[in-house]
């Protein structure tokens, strides 16, 4: 597609509840970020993938978080026994990756914004 | 691992006042980025800066990359309503892994 696409936009889920965030990276994009942002708060890193390299998961906050990446392309993050402050918007980016001038420009998807009750 | 450091944290300027944000690597970065994210809106990229001691002007923006290449800094000058937002600062490590590290982000309100 034209952009990074993350699906669903907007997710209210019980307190206790499994949730799974889905990222389409722009096509060819070999590197993969998810980030966390609270209400008027800066970008968390949770987790970054490049290529074939083992992710990088360091800025996962718990194990209850945990992510995926498929055949390179699409990824999947997912919360499980959801808590409240967890309510946050999860936003997916990617990039080229290497060294080009451009490679490291870094695309954002529009967040899923999750809320937990 | 490396980490950038931004601040401030939290600007409040008159419309017309100058702005300036500031960004610290722990590592010497192979290039580093500024991004701007609107209220509501995801971080959008502006421009990004490769060479030592390197200056670049958008408009009424002036860049600037410290001659180590661990520094950097948002030069906004007499700012207007439209500048607010949150800018962040992104560095992207030397070596093999080519990570992109965010800065905390300077949220700027401008107050006509």
């Known amino acids: 597609g034209a952009g990074v696409s993350q699906s669903p936009s907007n997710k209210v889920t019980e307190k206790g509840k499994d949730v799974e965030l889905r990222c389409d990276p722009i096509?060819?994009?070999?590197?993969l970020y998810w980030y966390r942002q609270s209400l008027g708060q800066g970008l968390e890193f949770l987790i970054y993938?490049?290529?074939?390299?083992?992710?990088?998961k360091s800025g996962l906050p718990s194990d209850r978080f945990s992510a995926e990446r498929t055949g390179g392309s699409v990824s999947t993050l997912t919360i499980q026994r959801t808590q409240q402050e967890d309510s946050a918007v999860y936003l997916c980016?990617?990039?080229?990756?290497?060294?080009?001038?451009?490679?490291?420009?870094?695309?954002f998807g529009e967040g899923s914004w999750l809320t937990v009750v | 691992g490396q980490q950038v450091m931004q601040i401030p944290q939290y600007q409040h300027v008159q419309e017309g006042e100058d702005f300036t944000t500031y960004c610290n690597s722990s590592?010497?970065?192979?290039?580093i980025q500024w991004y701007k994210q609107r209220p509501g809106g995801h971080p959008v990229f502006l421009i990004q800066l490769v060479k030592s001691g390197e200056v670049k002007k958008q408009k009424r923006l002036t860049f600037q990359f410290g001659e180590a290449k661990k520094n950097s800094s948002l030069h906004i000058t007499a700012t207007q309503t439209t500048d607010v937002g949150t800018y962040f600062c992104a560095g992207l490590e030397s070596g093999g892994y080519q990570k992109v590290t965010f800065g905390i982000g300077t949220k700027l309100q401008v107050i006509p």
């Open positions: 590592t010497t970065l192979s290039n």
């Open positions: 096509s060819g994009h070999t590197a």
């Open positions: 980016a990617s990039s080229w990756g290497g060294l080009r001038d451009s490679g490291n420009t870094i695309y």
């Open positions: 993938f490049q290529g074939n390299s083992a992710p990088d």
